[in-house]
């Protein structure tokens, strides 16, 4: 006789872990990337809210051991990078010349130990039901987006960079976790919606004028076509790439400012810009000038607009040629992780982190709060689909035994 009964009811604790589960992924994938659409202040809530309910439900939770993934994720090389550029930033607060700076870091450095936290906490394996989520909160935040820019007619500039405007934001979202979720998509034979999906993401992203989300989302694909079939060796390529670009851009800076003493051309302005500054600045470039200095000088008028705004500058000024290290070793130990993954999702992370780099590079990100939180959501939803249970049709149920489908994990 066959056994079409569920999984048992009688642990509750269970059923309200997977309700918690499915509770925040939801609030981090679908409501999180609707919301800040239409105020840009939510996503500060949200983001919290919804690892609340991953820790909540993994503290519920039989199954795994939570704790012990989570201490392997802290053991992983680009979370030990992570923490010494955490590290050196506090550090670096002793001899910052503002008082802002210190309780931005405390923010920064409470999202980023919650983010991680929600991520190492995850069931090693995670529900098709929950990993749908990741793509059609991805969808239907780009159709959103699409409708409302029709209406609005939102307008950026170049120099508008330090306060972007939430559909600005919202597009460098989708332009982050859109490759996660058409990985969730492809790996699974549903091309056709992937492809669809990046589309939608993409004429998104073009109507909202969302800065420097554009050159993301191609370098992304340019990364995505090179990786896919031999996503080990491009991954250390990428990995070597991303670093050289982090230690050699003051090189290339210095050499613009050389170049062009006097007025450097249009896309060269910044660049040659900061390298009058490394000139002036001598060996204190190596130091660096303290946690969020570079956005405060700007803000305060000690720096003109024509001061670069990207990570890259950022982390050089504030934080020196340790920092830098830092963060090579994060960017390339995130790019050889994303790697290992399973051939199929690997190009489309590759793309994900190339996206995220080429954001850095060219601003407005730098270490602004939000863009911060946007970049944890994105690192949640890379955990989420790398610990996927991808299958391209169900289970045939056998005929003619009694026992009961498997559980699956939560």
């Given at each position: 006789?066959?056994?079409?009964?569920?999984r048992?009811?009688?642990?509750?604790?269970?059923?309200?872990?997977?309700?918690?589960?499915?509770?925040?992924?939801?609030?981090?994938?679908?409501?999180?990337?609707?919301a800040?659409?239409?105020?840009?202040?939510?996503?500060?809530?949200?983001l919290?809210?919804?690892?609340?309910?991953?820790?909540?439900?993994?503290?519920l939770?039989?199954?795994?051991?939570?704790?012990?993934?989570?201490?392997?994720?802290?053991?992983?090389?680009?979370v030990w990078?992570?923490?010494?550029l955490?590290?050196?930033?506090?550090?670096?607060?002793?001899?910052?010349?503002?008082?802002?700076?210190?309780?931005?870091?405390?923010?920064?450095a409470?999202?980023?130990?919650?983010?991680?936290?929600?991520?190492?906490?995850?069931?090693?394996?995670?529900?098709?039901?929950?990993?749908?989520l990741?793509?059609?909160?991805?969808?239907?935040a780009?159709?959103?987006?699409?409708?409302?820019?029709?209406?609005?007619?939102?307008?950026?500039?170049?120099?508008?960079?330090?306060?972007?405007g939430?559909?600005?934001?919202?597009?460098?979202?989708?332009?982050?976790?859109?490759?996660?979720?058409?990985?969730?998509?492809?790996v699974?034979?549903?091309?056709?919606?992937?492809?669809?999906?990046?589309?939608?993401t993409?004429?998104?992203?073009?109507?909202?004028?969302?800065?420097?989300?554009?050159?993301?989302?191609?370098?992304?694909a340019?990364?995505?076509?090179?990786s896919?079939?031999?996503?080990?060796?491009?991954?250390?390529?990428?990995a070597g790439?991303?670093?050289?670009?982090?230690?050699?851009?003051?090189?290339v800076?210095?050499?613009?400012?050389?170049?062009?003493?006097?007025?450097?051309?249009?896309?060269?302005?910044?660049?040659?810009?900061?390298?009058?500054?490394?000139?002036?600045d001598?060996?204190?470039?190596?130091?660096?000038?303290?946690?969020?200095?570079?956005t405060?000088?700007?803000?305060?008028?000690?720096?003109?607009?024509?001061?670069?705004?990207?990570?890259?500058?950022?982390?050089?000024f504030?934080?020196g040629?340790?920092?830098?290290?830092?963060?090579?070793?994060?960017l390339?130990?995130?790019?050889?992780?994303?790697?290992?993954?399973?051939?199929?999702?690997?190009p489309?992370?590759?793309?994900?982190?190339?996206?995220?780099?080429?954001?850095?590079?060219?601003?407005?990100?730098?270490?602004?709060?939000?863009?911060?939180?946007?970049?944890?959501?994105?690192?949640?939803?890379f955990a989420l689909v790398?610990?996927?249970?991808?299958?391209?049709?169900?289970?045939?149920?056998?005929?003619?035994?009694?026992?009961?489908?498997?559980?699956?994990?939560?």
């Open positions: 006789m066959i056994n079409l009964s569920r048992p009811a009688d642990d509750p604790a269970e059923e309200a872990a997977r309700l918690l589960l499915r509770l925040g992924v939801f609030m981090l994938f679908v409501i999180s990337l609707l800040p659409i239409l105020a840009r202040q939510t996503v500060y809530i949200l919290p809210v919804g690892a609340a309910l991953l820790l909540a439900s993994a503290g939770s039989n199954n795994g051991r939570p704790s012990g993934s989570l201490r392997a994720l802290v053991a992983s090389p680009p990078a992570a923490l010494l955490g590290l050196w930033a506090g550090v670096s607060l002793i001899w910052t010349p503002f008082e802002g700076p210190a309780e931005r870091f405390a923010k920064a409470a999202t980023m130990a919650l983010v991680a936290a929600a991520a190492g906490v995850m069931p090693l394996r995670t529900k098709t039901s929950n990993l749908n990741l793509p059609i909160g991805v969808g239907v780009a159709v959103a987006l699409a409708a409302i820019t029709l209406l609005a007619a939102p307008k950026y500039t170049v120099e508008d960079i330090l306060d972007v939430p559909l600005g934001r919202a597009g460098l979202g989708l332009a982050l976790l859109v490759w996660p979720a058409m990985g969730a998509l492809a699974r034979g549903r091309w056709i919606m992937a492809g669809a999906l990046g589309l939608a993409y004429f998104a992203c073009i109507l909202a004028n969302a800065p420097n989300a554009l050159p993301a989302l191609l370098g992304g340019l990364v995505f076509a090179v896919f079939g031999r996503a080990h060796r491009a991954s250390a390529a990428l790439f991303m670093a050289a670009v982090v230690l050699l851009a003051p090189v800076a210095l050499s613009a400012h050389f170049i062009w003493p006097e007025r450097a051309p249009d896309f060269f302005r910044h660049l040659a810009f900061w390298g009058h500054m490394i000139a002036a001598g060996p204190r470039t190596l130091l660096g000038h303290g946690f969020g200095s570079a405060w000088s700007v803000l305060q008028g000690y720096l003109p607009p024509a001061t670069p705004r990207s990570l890259i500058f950022q982390i050089w504030d934080l040629a340790l920092g830098a290290a830092a963060l090579a070793l994060v390339a130990r995130a790019s050889l992780e994303v790697g290992q993954s399973r051939p199929a999702l690997a489309f992370l590759l793309g994900g982190v190339a996206a995220g780099f080429v954001i850095c590079l060219l601003g407005p990100a730098a270490e602004q709060l939000w863009w911060l939180t946007l970049a944890g959501l994105d690192a949640i939803a790398m610990r996927g249970q991808f299958r391209k049709r169900r289970p045939v149920l056998p005929i003619g035994f009694g026992v009961a489908p498997a559980d699956d994990a939560a």
